[in-house]
């Protein structure tokens, strides 16, 4: 049996152990030679499966207290994983579809967070753009901009971080040609002056609808 075959074996089996006992989030978990004890194998090992957990924001060490069961940031776990140019096209199409999905989804949480301050801060972001846009696919920074306030809007860190992940993967997808470079008609085409108004004066279901019609190109592409 390979040794790293036998660290992913022992890393599993600590957390499964973990959850039969019921451990919860700040409990602090047997020592590595209680482990080594109780499941048979040799202190590198176990010592290795802790690296990786630690790695992987599992646990963590506190001094006078050992090591304790903290709660993981998923985003961080994934991010590991997330390269552009080591996914298959599926996959890569599958993750700028869930990145549509969510823009779309998290409206009522940005319609109901938004303060002055952000809504300000939206204006400030369009002002930079161009006034008569021509087309629904915006320049990227335009995206990056504007987009990325209304993560940060809705004040969920996981989203946020989420967003920030997902990123390099849509516009990777996005150049790529794994979608149709056909996009949506420009009639009833929803600019990011749109939706910084309907936020500010609107309500949840419109901003949800022009979200949806705002990333319509998008939606298109995919489609196709």
Request: hydrophobic content about 40%.
């Given at each position: 049996?390979?040794?790293?075959?036998?660290?992913?074996?022992?890393?599993?089996?600590?957390?499964?152990?973990?959850?039969?006992?019921?451990?919860?989030?700040?409990?602090?978990?047997?020592?590595?030679?209680?482990?080594?004890?109780?499941?048979?194998?040799?202190?590198?090992?176990?010592?290795?499966a802790f690296t990786r957990l630690r790695i992987k924001g599992f646990i963590e060490s506190r001094k006078?207290?050992?090591?304790?069961?903290?709660?993981?940031?998923?985003?961080?776990?994934?991010?590991?994983?997330?390269?552009?140019?080591?996914?298959?096209?599926?996959?890569?199409?599958?993750?700028?579809?869930?990145?549509?999905?969510?823009?779309?989804?998290?409206?009522?949480?940005?319609f109901k967070r938004a303060k002055a301050e952000d809504i300000a801060e939206l204006k400030k972001i369009?002002?930079?753009?161009?006034?008569?846009?021509?087309?629904?696919?915006?320049?990227?920074?335009?995206?990056?901009?504007?987009?990325?306030?209304?993560?940060?809007?809705?004040?969920?860190?996981?989203?946020?971080?989420?967003?920030?992940?997902?990123?390099?993967?849509?516009?990777?997808?996005?150049?790529?040609?794994?979608?149709?470079?056909?996009?949506?008609?420009?009639?009833?085409?929803?600019?990011?002056?749109?939706?910084?108004?309907?936020?500010?004066?609107?309500?949840?279901?419109?901003?949800?609808?022009?979200?949806?019609?705002?990333?319509?190109?998008?939606?298109?592409?995919?489609?196709?």
């Open positions: 049996m390979g040794q790293n075959f036998l660290v992913d074996k022992i890393e599993k089996s600590i957390v499964e152990l973990l959850m039969s006992k019921q451990y919860k989030v700040g409990d602090i978990i047997p020592k590595e030679l209680e482990l080594v004890n109780m499941l048979g194998v040799s202190r590198t090992v176990v010592r290795e006078k207290r050992g090591t304790i069961i903290k709660s993981p940031n998923i985003v961080s776990v994934l991010e590991h994983s997330m390269n552009p140019n080591i996914m298959g096209d599926a996959t890569l199409k599958e993750i700028f579809e869930m990145r549509l999905a969510l823009e779309v989804g998290m409206s009522d949480f940005i369009t002002a930079k753009e161009p006034v008569d846009v021509k087309t629904d696919i915006f320049e990227i920074e335009q995206e990056i901009a504007f987009h990325g306030k209304l993560y940060e809007i809705t004040g969920n860190t996981t989203m946020k971080d989420f967003q920030k992940m997902l990123l390099p993967i849509f516009n990777y997808v996005h150049n790529s040609g794994l979608l149709s470079n056909k996009t949506s008609e420009v009639r009833n085409f929803v600019t990011h002056r749109d939706l910084v108004d309907i936020i500010e004066n609107g309500t949840p279901n419109k901003l949800r609808k022009a979200m949806r019609e705002h990333l319509n190109a998008h939606f298109v592409r995919s489609f196709r």
